[in-house]
């Protein structure tokens, strides 16, 4: 009888593959978006070195936001921001004159404490409401329009030696604690 010659499996080009591989891997970077993280622009100060700083207690304005996103403000509850902010723009323009509000607009700091439950929405409208207190501060300050002050271009000098008035006699000092359970 005749041997058989067993059968040699025929065999598999291994660049055809490599090349598929590649196209996949190619067509995967393409084809899939990465989602970008969004969060609030805030210009940080330079790292410096630990020092005590004494601050009057009369010079702070405390702001609370609880896990139930309530809002305290110099411990009265607060469930409308606009209130919030008038409550923040007469404490910092004070000057003085009330016992529990700030001596002056540069010696007034806006203390914005959180708990670890609160709202990202919640907190960003705080912040939003915060940063509009001050603009309309800075806007009376050089005697402007919220809405002409806040078009100012800071390219053209005329226009950013007002901001830079308006920044100098309003300065915006919020502290951001760390998140705690509340």
Known sequence: ???????????????AM???????????????????????TVMLPPKAEKTDVKV?????FNIIINSQDMILAQEEQ??????????VKKFVLNQGKDSKSS????????SLKTDRGTSYDMYISVVDELKLAYAEMRAAA???PLEDFQNLDKDKPAQKEKLDKAKDLIPYKV????P???
């Open 1 to 15: 009888m005749l041997k058989k010659k067993p059968k040699e499996a025929p065999e598999i080009n291994g660049g």
């Open 180 to 182: 705690t359970e509340i």
């Open 78 to 87: 607060i469930n409308d921001l606009g209130h919030m902010r008038e409550m």
């Open 142 to 144: 050089v005697g402007l």
């Open 103 to 110: 001596e002056s607009p540069e010696k007034a700091i806006i």
């Open 18 to 40: 490599a090349d598929i591989a590649f196209l996949l891997l190619i067509f995967f970077l393409v084809a899939t978006t990465i989602a970008s993280d969004k969060g609030v």
């Open 175 to 178: 502290s951001d604690a760390e």
């Open 56 to 60: 009057k207690e009369r010079n702070v």
